[in-house]
């Protein structure tokens, strides 16, 4: 009876937390598809719209270049993905597995930069991208993002539990250290670089403060200045904003449930045969 009682309020914790989590966003989609904007404050609260409609999403995506918010919030989101994990496994891989003086120091001074917040360094970093002008451009709403202290520290921790014997059998078929790297502890730390790269695609496609700081021209504005600009366009019509929201949501839960069966560890990731 104690263990079932036990699982009962653990499960029962679980359902609160996850209801918790999901409830904001079960209204936010319920009010996209509302028709009447005195739905929304209606009580007792209408959960399901009486009439749904898709004309809120038709609405947002014919008086707004969403479209074009939607390409520039995906080409940045995969370039910074795709630099972060570049940087950070260059970084991580030395930290890990070579042997050299003053690797605790610098492994310190990248964890310490974690507990900066990224309101102090904003202001140099503005000035450096004025300088270099990246002023209104895509590499300059990246620049933040080209390398990140958590993605070298995670990636670290992966590459250490990478078995030595892969990396001693590649030293001796002539492996050289970037081949190494690349042929063997890139695919031995896959789950460890998905992770990275979600957290990274996630961080980078719900930016709002860098982007809005560094552009001021519209045609390189993101998602999330666009659903902002939403609020001046209509007047806080919240059917239109949260179905533009709603628009800015589901491609990162596309990229989630794509990549979320590559964070599980597998025997094979570690290159060990049971």
């Known amino acids: ?42 009580f007792p609260p209408q959960w399901l719209p009486r009439e749904p409609t898709w004309q809120n999403f038709v609405t947002v995506w014919q008086t707004n270049p969403f479209g074009q918010y939607l390409f520039n919030s995906t080409l940045v989101a995969g370039l910074t993905v795709a630099c972060n994990l570049l940087t950070s496994a260059l970084a991580a891989y030395p930290l890990a597995r070579l042997q050299f003086r003053g690797r605790g120091v610098i492994f310190a001074a990248v964890l310490a930069t974690i507990m900066i917040p990224f309101q102090i360094v904003m202001i140099p970093l503005y000035i450096l991208a004025v300088q270099l002008g990246l002023r209104n ?18 990636l670290r921790q992966a590459f250490m539990g990478v078995p030595k014997e892969l990396e001693e059998a590649a030293r001796l078929d002539g492996c050289s250290e970037l081949g190494l790297w690349w042929f063997v502890m890139l695919p031995a730390v896959r789950p460890a670089l998905v992770t990275l790269a979600i957290f990274v695609f996630i961080g980078a496609w719900s930016d709002f403060l860098w982007p809005l700081i560094v552009l001021d021209q519209p045609e390189l504005y993101t998602l999330p200045i666009g659903v902002a600009t939403l609020a001046g366009t209509f007047s806080l019509d919240w059917r239109l904003i949260a179905a533009g929201s709603v628009i800015s949501v589901v491609p990162v839960f596309i990229v989630f449930l794509l990549l979320q069966r590559y964070i599980i560890p597998s025997a094979a990731a570690s290159g060990i045969k049971g």
Request: charged share 10%; no cysteine.
């Open 1 to 42: 009876m104690k263990q079932w009682l036990r699982l009962g309020l653990t499960y029962g914790l679980l359902i609160l937390l996850a209801l918790g989590m999901l409830l904001p966003l079960f209204w936010l989609v319920s009010t996209a598809f509302k028709s009447a904007n005195e739905d929304i404050f209606a």
């Open 137 to 154: 451009t895509y590499l300059g709403i990246i620049l933040p993002g080209l390398a990140s202290a958590f993605g070298i520290f995670l």
